[in-house]
Each structure stands twice: as C-alpha cells, then as structure tokens.
C-alpha cells in the first residue's frame, strides 16, 4: 500500500511540474511579445492559464509515461542508475519542449501563429536559417531555451528530492504491485492524452476561448501543436504522390479555366442585402434525397422545398469529412488528399470566409452545432474567421435529450431559432446537424419504416427531413422571415442505397437549395444542373450580394451563363473528377484512373485537366 501511494504521489507531482513548466513558458511568451497583446484585456490574458489546463494535462499525460514506469522500477529497488535513468528522461522531455517553445517565442513576431512543422522546411537547410535570423533572434532563442531548461531542472530537484525508501515489502511482493500500479496510473496517462472518454479526442480546440487570435495561441499547449503538426507534417507532405505534370502547362490549364467572362446579369435576389441562413445538412447524401435521385419516400419535405426554391442537382462535397466540408462552403476552398485545413490554423487563417465580408457590410454571425466543435477544429476555424458566437454541445442546456454523439436534430432547431431571433439583422445564422451521423440514433429510431441496404442512415434522414420541415414552418411565423434567404447545403457525402463506394463519385454528390421569400419569382421550382461543388458556393452567393470575389480564386460562379463545369472532389488516397461529360477517380498510390465513365480518349485528356488541378491547388496550399 505504501508503494502504491509513492507511486501515485509522484504521478501527480509529474503532472504538476509539467504544468508549472508550461505556464513558465506562457510568462516569457507574453513578455516577450506583449506588444501584440494590446488588445487583449487582462482578464483575458489571465484565462489563458485556465482554458490550457485540459492541453497541458493532455501533454503531461503523454511525456509522464515512461518516467512513471522508471519511478516504479525504482520504487521496488532504488538503484541509483534508475533514478538516474528517471532525471535524464525528463530532462531530456524538458529540453525538447525548452527549444519548441523558444524558437515558437523568436518565430511568432513574424508568421503571427504557433511554431509548426514548418521549421522542418528551414531546418533542411540550416546555413538559410542562420542567414535570414539576425543575431538578436538567436541570442534571444539561446536565452529563453536556457531559462526554461534552468526552470525545469530546479523544479524538478524541488519536487523530486533523493528520499531514503524503507521498504517493508519484499520484493517479490513489491514487483506486482509496482506492475498493477503502473499498468493503471499508465493508463490514465493515456487517458489524460486523450483528453477524457469522449467519442471525440482533444483536439487545440478545447483550449479556444477568445475571438483574438494571439489569446487562443497563448492558451493552446506548445508541445502538444508542434507535435499535431508533426503528425499532420508527415500525412500533408504528399509531394511523392502528387500527379508529375509539367507545371507550365497545369499552369495554362487552370488558367484556361478560369479565365470565363465574369459578368452577367442573372440576379436571384430581390434584395440586396437579405438575412442569410445556412443548414449544415450531416451526410446528406443526393442519391438519399428524393428530388435528386431514385431513391424516393426518405425526404418528402425537402423535395416540397425544393418546389418553392433553386435547386442545384450536380454538387459535389470536396471530401468526406465535416471539417473540410465546412471550409470549402465558407472559404471557397478546395480540398486536397489527406490533409485537412482546418487542422492547421498558421494555414486556414489566411483564408478569407464569407463571414468577414458580411461584417464588412454590417451583418451579426454565429455559429451552432449539436455536438462537438472540437472535431476537425471547426470551432477553431469559426473563431479564427470572426463568428461572433460560436456554440456547440457543451453550450446546450442541461437535460435534453440526445444521442450518443450528439444533441438531436429538434433540440438543435429549437436553439437555433431561438438564437436567429436574438440576432441582430441583417445576420448570417448557421446551424450545423448531427442526427444524420452514425450511430443514427434519434427519437424516432423504433420506426425502422426503411429496411436493407443503409437502413439505419436511410431512417435518420427521415427523422432529419421532419425536423427541417418543423424549423421551416416555424421561421415562417418569425417577422424577420420576409428579408431571409436560406441555404441548405450538405457538408459532405456518404453511402445510399444506390451509391455504397466512397470510390464512386456518386458517393459525393450533394444537395444545395437556395430557398426563402426574398428568391425572384421567377427563380422558384428551377434547377440548376450544372456540375459544381462546395467550395463554388462561396463566389455564387458573393456575385448574387454585389461583393468583392476576389479572394475565393478557386471558387467559382454556378449562375454565370459562362462558367466552366467541373467539379473536383478528394476520395481515400486520390481524388474525383467530374465534368458534364462523365466522371473518374484517380488514385495517387497507384498512379492511374480506377474507376471512370469517359471513354478511353476522353479519359486522357481528362486526367490531365484532373492532374493540373489537383498539383495547382496543392502549390496553393503549400504557399498559405
């Protein structure tokens, strides 16, 4: 038992030197860059050491392991080896998070984010680094690596001073109860990694709390980014995969491309600057949807909607996570194999949204979902991006029903209305669903009324399509309804009856509605089948409000008579390409198309229009 409590003793002292070592860092970090701290009140910068609990926890949790199995040899025999073993371990762990964070202090002046992988590019080339960092900026890095690695090591000497271990037990006895201690203080340390038993792991996003950006890098864990980056490093370096093309000509491709007549007259609106409303549909799928495919009976709400509204029937979801759904709707942007933006804040901020063109002309933002904004960083991305109020599950009230992932759809509609009526118009309002997510378990899930193939998902979409319809009826009773435009668009794809392989670009395809009471008459009960995808929407509402497009360049305008169709779209290690005249899928491990429906000579010429886009847009990327 004695053994026991030392063991967790020194468990709990490892998690508290970590801690007092990253609020160290956080001192010097504010100090040495307090200049861009001007806006940030001190309450503010006092709750950065609140909010980073959880990251710091997660980090400690993680760098604890293999000392706590150290201190546990030890505890059954006191070898000085051990224990010496132990020191140089976290002095070691120290140092490493000593230089990340000095060079994060140096580097963050100029890049305005986090110390990320990017170092890995300069530090290929070492003689660059030291020619472009002037002098100060390595006396500085030298001096705070030093005091940090000095705060270590006198913490660490005050918190685990050498102590005489009388040892009652012999050590036949001690050797199983030091292994049954560890296996479950170990395991803890995974669990404090993870974050909780939460189906979704912490991500930099539980550390956000302010709409300035430089509070939010303060509170977010300074090991725990770099190592994420890390991770996201080695899956977003995919130059080896990338399609080899000439870049001149994947250039002249693209070009080509976009260089169709802007304008036209075709105007949807009857009023310039009306309400918008977006519905973030979870895995709304068109083969599911009955307007849009012939799988009927699941959607009889959306399709009497899709009587009164613009209907889009060739739209595509750029990829298959929410995450990368929501930026491509947002930002206009498109998506790349393997590699998520959202992720990667120092990238994603340098993205425009919609968002910040509608407070430029006065409009009130927010954002809603009905689980966890901590996926993919969404909640982070929404932030960065000025959403002057974004909420998830955890801001529900207590005692609703939900799932086990998320608030149903009916609670989320409620709040969602609710906020809409607090908002100040003109106001961009969007909610995000999640019923239509597995493990699909709604209020309505004993009515197995669609049975076989995607049965589950079939009947979530059911109950998903009577909640729309009930927040529908009810916006129309709001005095603000007359000036409000609502787009329902799907964040993503996902298996139907009739499309099953996230292989097939069918298993993509999406539906858009514009619908709401300031559409033209003219406009109500028309579809539009040009082929396009998310991250189009962006520049087809800009065009429509009388906005600048200029900084959503892959996006493109779906009303302009001249607009090239053509969609692209990532799929699991390659990406899908579709045009009016058929579809394909390319994948990068192997090299060639796997799956298409052009014929042999079209498939050529199709590839190639694939492969310059797919090397242009990831040029782009790198260059963010």
Known sequence: ????????????????????????????????????????????????????????????????????????????????????????????????????????????????????????????????????????????????????????????????????????????????????????????????????????????????????????????????????????????????????????????????????????????????????????????????????????????????????????????????????????????????????VSLQPEKHRKLRALNQDFQDWGYSSGYIFSGDLKYGNIGGYFMDHGFEDVKDESDFPFGLDRGKLNYYDEALYTLFLDRINKAKEPFLQCAFTGSTHSPYDHPTSSRQTWKGIEGAFMNSMVYADECLNDFVVSCKKQDWFENTIFIFVADHGHASPTAQSPHDNAFYRIPMLIWGAPLNDEFRGVKINKVGSQSDIATTLMNQLGGDVSSYKWSKDLLNPNVPEFALHTVIGGYGWVTPKGSMVYSMRSQKVVNSSFSAEEEEVETQKGNAFLHEIYQDYKAL
């Open 1 to 340: 038992m004695q053994l026991v409590k030392r063991l967790t003793l020194h468990f709990l002292k490892l998690l508290l030197f970590w801690i007092l070592l990253f609020d160290f860092q956080r001192l010097l970090f504010s100090i040495h860059n307090w200049d861009k701290f001007q806006d940030v009140s001190w309450i503010e910068w006092c709750l950065t050491f609140i909010y980073s609990i959880r990251l710091d926890l997660s980090t400690g949790g993680f760098l604890s392991v293999i000392p706590l199995f150290f201190i546990a040899v030890y505890l059954v025999k006191p070898f000085k080896l051990t224990r010496a073993v132990f020191l140089g371990i976290i002095l070691i762990e120290a140092l490493i998070c000593s230089f990340i964070h000095a060079g994060e202090i140096n580097a963050y002046p100029e890049w305005n984010h986090k110390l990320t992988s990017r170092v890995f590019t300069h530090l290929s080339n070492p003689d660059e680094v030291f020619r472009t960092a002037d002098y100060s900026m390595t006396f500085w890095f030298v001096v705070y690596a030093i005091l940090e690695f000095v705060f270590a090591w006198r913490i660490m000497h005050f918190l685990f001073k050498k102590k005489t271990i009388l040892q009652t037990q012999k050590v036949v006895f001690r050797i199983p109860t030091a292994l049954s201690s560890f296996l479950f203080l170990g395991g803890l340390c995974f669990l404090l990694a993870r974050g909780g038993w939460q189906q979704i792991p912490i991500n930099i996003d539980s550390a956000y709390f302010s709409k300035k950006h430089i509070a939010n890098d303060l509170s977010i864990n300074s090991t725990y980014y770099f190592g994420n980056s890390y991770l996201l490093y080695n899956r977003s370096e995919i130059d080896e995969s990338i399609p080899k093309v000439d870049p001149k000509i994947a250039k002249s491709i693209v070009e080509d491309y976009y260089a169709y007549p802007r304008e036209h007259d075709v105007q949807i609106f009857s009023n310039k600057r009306p309400n918008v409303v977006f519905v973030i549909m979870e895995s709304w799928a068109a083969e599911a949807v009955g307007c849009l495919s012939e799988t009927k009976g699941a959607t009889p709400n959306f399709d009497a909607l899709s009587k009164e509204g613009l209907l889009f029937t060739n739209m595509y979801s750029t990829s298959s996570t929410s995450e990368i759904g929501n930026s491509s709707i947002f930002s206009g942007n498109p998506a790349i194999p393997e590699i998520s």
